[in-house]
Every structure is written in C-alpha cells, then in structure tokens.
C-alpha cells in the first residue's frame, strides 16, 4: 500500500469517525427531547462497495415501524377519549345528583313541596306566592341548564375548527418536509434532521386524526387515514368545517380537498378516533343526546304539573281560557276518547251551566242526561267547537283559531271549570280536553311542548307546495350518513304522505313513522348505522298555525332540547297567584245551582303535588328511550345516564392512556437514546479517530524520512 492510500484511508477514517461522533453527540444533546428519534452510524468499507481504499458511514433513524404506527393508534384513542371525558364530566356536572338539593332536578321537589303547603291554607296569600317564585326557580334552573349544555356543544364546535387549523399547518409541515427529504435523498445529503422532524409532526397530528403512513421511493411518507383515505403526498390536503351543510345549530361537517384535487368530499365517515373525531362524537353525538333527553325530561315535567293544573280550578273561575299553539288545524280530527266534563261556575261557586261531553259516543249533555248537541261520527276539531258553542247555549263561547281554542264566558260574573270523568277520562294522546289544548296550562309557551300529537297518516297535511325539509341521518356517534331535502308537492295532502316522502328519501338507513300517539319516530334498520335523523332546515308552516312540521313533531336535536328554553309561569298567574287552580270542584253530575267551588278547597294543590307521580309517556330523546313511567323515575333515568357516560368516558381515558403508556415506552427503548450506550460509542469513536490520526502521523514521519533520504 502507498503512503498517499494510507493517508487517503486515515483521512477516510478522522471523516467517518469525527462525523459519527457528531452524530453520538446530538443523540446525547437529545436525551430528554420529547418525540427524538436516535440517530446510529454505520461504518462501510469502501473497497467493499467498489470504491477506494478507507471508509464511509451512514447514519439511520432507529426507527420501528410497528411501535411507531402502534402508538400513532394509541395516541389517537387518548386524545378522542381524554376530551370525550372532559366533556361528560363537566356536563353531568350540570345536571348533578337528584338527591342533591342544588341540582336542577331538587327545582321540582321544591315546587311540589310549595304546592303541599298551599293545598293545606289554599287562601293564603303568601303561599301561593311563594308557589309562584318556587316555578320561577324551576323554569329558570331548566332554561339555564339547557343553554349551558348547548354551551359545551359551541365550545366543541370552536375547538373542533381550531384542531382543524392545527391539523392543516401539521400537515403541510408533513408535505414540505417530503420535499426536503427527497432533495436531501438527491443530492446525497444527511436526510436523518428532516426525517426526525418529520417524524415528530406525524405523532402530533395523530393526536388530531387516526392516521397510518407509508414510506415514499423518493422518501418521505405518504400520510392516510385508517381507512386508506389519501392526506398528505406531494401535497397536504386542506380540512374545512362545511358552511354548505349547516345545521339547525349552525355547526357545519368536516370535508376535505385532497392533494391535487379539486373539490372537497366528506371526511367525517373517514375518521374513527383522534381530536377530531372526539369532538364530532361529542358535538353532534354525545352532548346532543344530552340535550335531547333533558329537553324531554323538560316537557315531561311541564306536561305533569300542567296535566294536573288543568284538571283542577282557581277560585273565582276563569272568565277566559286561552289556550296554547298546539298546531293542530280545526279540519283535524278531534281524536279524543273518553269524557271531560265543563261547567260554567258564578263567583258565589255556584252551577250556571254543566256539560257532560262524551267523546266516544260524540254527545254533550247535560246533568240530567238530555242531549244538548252531537259532534257526529268522526267529529273534527270545528265539529266539536260547533256542538260546544250549540250546548252552552249562550252561556260560553268556544273559538279555534291559528291552532290555539279560547272559551269565553259571557258574563264578567261566571267562570269556567273543566274536569276529567274520574271513570273514562278524555284522552288524546295521553292528554285530556284541557291539557290537550292547553286551556288551563300553569307553565309553558305558545307552542307544543309535548311530541305526542295525536295525529295520524290519515290528518290533513295542510303545507303548500313548495315548502321544504332539509334533514340529515347521522350515526349513532353523530357522524353524518346521508342529508336530503324534501319538497312538498301539490299532490301532497295528508301526514301519511309527508312519512311516505321521508322515507322515499331515507331508504336503506330506517324508516320514519307514526306511533299510536302521533309522534313521528325513526327505527333504523337492522344492520344500518344510522341513529337518528335530524332536521336542519324546515321552511313548513302548517296550515294558519305559524308553526313548522319540526315544531310540532319536535323533530330534531334543536327543537328537542330548546323545549327546556324559553319557558315561563302564565302571565296571569305571575301577575295574580290567586289564579292558581288550587281546587278540585266536583261538577260531575253536578245540578244549576249546586255551589262546587270555595276557597277553601285545596285538592288541586294536592293534586298538583303529587303530580310527579302519575305515570306518563316519554317519547325516544336522545340516548333513552321511548318510555313510560313518572317524572321522578325519568329524571333518575336521565341522571344514571349522563353518569354512565361520563364514568364509561373516563374508563375510556384511563384505559387509552395506560396503552399509550406503555407502547411510548416500548417505542422509547427502541427509538430512544440510551446514555451508557452512547458514552461507549462515543468512546469507540474517539480510539478509532485517534488511531486514525495516528496513521497520518506514521505516515508523515515515514515521508520525511524518504524525503531526508533524498
């Protein structure tokens, strides 16, 4: 060997083993550096490849693939379930325990107990304020409660389009750093820093999204979701919060334009786990159930203090009954079954007239069982209007207008009481006459509170054609399946068609229909994904009612949760609390001039104190559904649930943390760097460099020894 080819093998060796120490350095620099990947040299000899005499080194990231794709997995669940459970655990917060005097479920305990004290002095004044104040509270804690939980679903829906602008810059920093990568991997340059990076974004953005990556010829990677869905390349693709499909809560879906495409698609049924899909499943799923089912626990406890109130009296009688927008038509049929009873009552408490109105048989009459008018087969809601106004002879009248009935008495001097028949009470859709239609209401608004409509396929549609109903399916996690528009039709004229529409549209996913109390339910099919359906543009207004066909079926995660809202004792009875029905006249077969109302009676109260009791139907909300039993057990129902869900969200958490755990732990002892290890090398690397300058200084000497010899 020339003295110039052990120069040129020393030189190669200083080279190689300074560059290595370099390399061992920087491992060492980065032994507490989250995400640092190590970086290990390889000596070659270049005689070996072909080349001269010395060495080369390469250097490779210590990566493995497995452990790295195992924990990207494990990085996605932590992050949906740990916000998932930050979520549930601040929104049972809200709801708290029914046993706890703060929580909004104590607001009802502290109304029945004011009606309790009420029914034993009906007469004082006091009491019946305090009545009053104690529904003020409760209506206040519901409307309060409701809009704090929709709260949470704004704040998901700002976070979710903040994650999305996170998850855009990550991966175009994932794209450009292909770039470099591949120009490195050209000119022959150390790509190992890029690669590192690279590699550092890929574990943040799989805390955002479920992703896996595959490594690219020219190098780099190509990132996709789980499901193969192209994200970054050459390019990153752009996520977008979708403005176009908004729903009735404003909150747009997730698309994605991706690398060199033109127009976006869909990206929610692509994303199973990360922030991303956290907050979806959270938005349009959990905390939307949340809302739902408290929206009905909601209706249900107006429709049981309103149930009783309206079978009971204040005393004086009401001169007028105004009811609510039940959104009912007057070509409607009546559909009531049963007996109400109406009497017509003086301020002294005295009979002025007593009606027996008979809805099966369709005949009013009077206590003497003379027929004062028939509605006929099959009546409609004018039909029995008409028979009413003919019965009372004067004494009242009955008018039915933009969906709302008002009686009027005809004197300042007489009121108005109706009962239910204790022996077959009225009914129509678990209502009787009054609560029907909201004639004698001691909390609500002016629109139907309750799903349970009492129509069915057969009722007049009354929309004009040209209207429209935009609604989405969405999966059970609130992931969005299908959206559709209906528009009605001319030859659209009954309920049955407007279901028959529905499902036209949402064939393969479910199917919609009317229950034996007119509510519209949805039943997915068996294999299907889909959860529910839910409006989220209805541009309907049923006949002079004023109302939307979502209004009156309560279709739809807003209009089921807002039932909590906006809710507020009856101005009058706010104004006057001795307005309150607090008795409970016997008028069944009551004879003219039979006094059945005095002051002192306090059945009503009684009644309405024991209102949350009595067993009722509960229409599907949400995550419960469709049930029956009483106010007490829904809400024990509804605080067992949100419970469950935040305890399932935190075993979720606990579960998905202590998996990442451990395979960051076992990726670390791969990947990472381990300090002894290094100091050896180090110390290899320092011997074979000082070797090596060795080499060149036996080789200087023997040159000037040949030269000295010249």
């Known amino acids: ?147 704090e939980i929709q709260a949470l679903r704004d704040e998901a829906d700002m976070r979710l389009k903040s994650s999305v602008e996170d998850a855009n810059s990550l991966m175009q920093g994932i794209a450009d750093l292909n770039e470099s990568i591949q120009r490195a991997r050209v000119s022959g340059s150390d790509s190992t820093e890029a690669e590192t990076q690279q590699s550092r974004l890929l574990d ?63 990206l929610e049924s692509h994303i199973n786990s990360g922030e991303l899909a956290g907050l979806l499943k959270l938005r ?43 959104g009912l038509l007057a070509t409607d049929a009546h559909g009531f079954t049963g007996t109400a009873h109406m009497a017509i009552v003086g301020t002294d408490g005295a009979i002025d007239a007593n009606l027996e109105i008979n809805f099966t048989t369709g005949l009013i009459t009077d206590p003497a069982g003379t027929t004062l008018a028939s509605m006929g087969a099959n009546a409609s809601i004018a039909d029995l209007r008409d028979a009413m106004n003919t019965a009372l002879g004067g004494s009242a009248t009955v008018s039915f ?51 349970a409509t009492g129509l069915t396929t057969g009722s007049p549609l009354g929309l004009t054609a040209g209207e429209t109903m935009l609604f989405d399916i969405r999966d059970r996690d609130g992931a969005l399946l299908r959206q559709a528009e209906i528009t009605i039709q001319a030859s659209d004229t009954t309920i049955g068609d407007l279901v028959s529409s529905i499902n036209s549209e949402i064939a393969g996913f479910g199917t919609a229909s009317l229950d034996d109390n007119g509510q519209l339910v949805f039943s997915s099919n068996v294999g299907s994904k889909a959860g529910d359906f839910n409006v989220v543009r209805d541009t309907t207004q049923r006949g002079d009612t004023g109302l939307s066909i979502s209004q009156i079926f309560s279709l739809g995660v807003s209009v089921q949760s807002r039932r909590a809202q906006g809710l507020e004792v009856r101005e009058d009875i706010a104004s006057d609390p001795q307005k309150i029905a607090a008795a409970a006249p016997d008028i069944d077969g009551a004879a003219i001039g039979s006094v059945v109302l005095g002051p002192g009676d306090g059945r009503g109260a009684t009644a309405l104190e024991s209102s949350s009791s009595v067993f009722m139907s509960f229409g599907k909300a949400g995550g419960l559904s469709s049930q029956t039993g009483t106010i007490t057990n829904y809400a024990a129902r509804l605080a067992g649930y949100a419970g469950s869900r935040a305890s399932s969200a935190e075993n979720a958490v606990v579960a998905a943390e202590s998996l990442k755990n451990e395979v960051g732990m076992r990726r670390e002892s791969v990947e990472g760097v381990n300090l002894d290890e290094e100091l050896v090398k180090m110390t290899q690397y320092q011997q074979a460099y000082s070797a090596a300058s060795r080499m060149i200084q036996a080789a200087q000497e023997l040159y000037d020894t040949l030269l000295s010899m010249v």
């Open 1 to 147: 060997m020339s003295l110039s080819s052990i120069m040129s093998s020393s030189l190669s060796a200083l080279q190689a083993n300074q560059a290595a120490l370099r390399a061992t350095s920087n491992n060492v620099a980065n032994v507490n550096t989250e995400g640092y990947t190590r970086v290990d040299a390889a000596f070659v000899s270049r005689s070996a490849t072909g080349g001269t005499s010395g060495v080369e080194v390469d250097f490779t990231r210590a990566v493995s693939t497995y452990l790295a794709a195992a924990e990207m997995r494990a990085a996605s669940n932590f992050s949906a379930a740990e916000i998932e459970a930050d979520f549930m655990d601040r929104a049972q917060g809200l709801l708290g325990d029914p046993s706890d005097g703060g929580s909004v479920f104590a607001a009802l305990d502290t109304v029945l107990d004011a009606f309790g004290v009420l029914s034993n002095d009906p007469s004082d004044v006091l009491r019946r304020a305090d009545v009053v104040a104690s529904l003020g509270a409760l209506t206040g804690q519901l409307d309060q409660t409701s809009r």
């Open 204 to 266: 943040q953005l799989s805390s955002f999204i479920d992703i896996r990556t595959q490594e690219r010829s020219t190098g780099g990677v190509d990132v996709r979701t789980t499901d193969g869905f192209i994200l970054v390349n050459s390019q990153a693709a752009r996520i977008s919060v979708d403005t176009e499909t908004e729903n009735s809560e404003g909150y747009g879906g997730l698309q994605v334009l991706q690398p060199h495409a033109t127009s976006p698609i869909d």
């Open 284 to 326: 349009d799923g959990e905390l939307a159930d949340l809302a739902s089912s408290f929206g009905e626990y909601a209706a249900g406890v107006v429709d049981s203090l309103n149930a009783a109130h309206n079978d009971a009296s204040a005393v004086p009688a009401l001169n007028t009954m105004t009811g609510t927008n039940t």
């Open 401 to 451: 207008a933009e969906g709302r009935m008002t009686i009027q008495s005809a004197s300042a001097d007489t009121g108005i009481v109706i009962r239910q028949d204790e022996a077959s009470p009225s009914d129509r859709a678990g209502k009787g006459f009054s609560h029907a239609f909201g004639l004698n209401n001691i909390i609500g608004r002016d629109a139907p509170i309750s799903s």
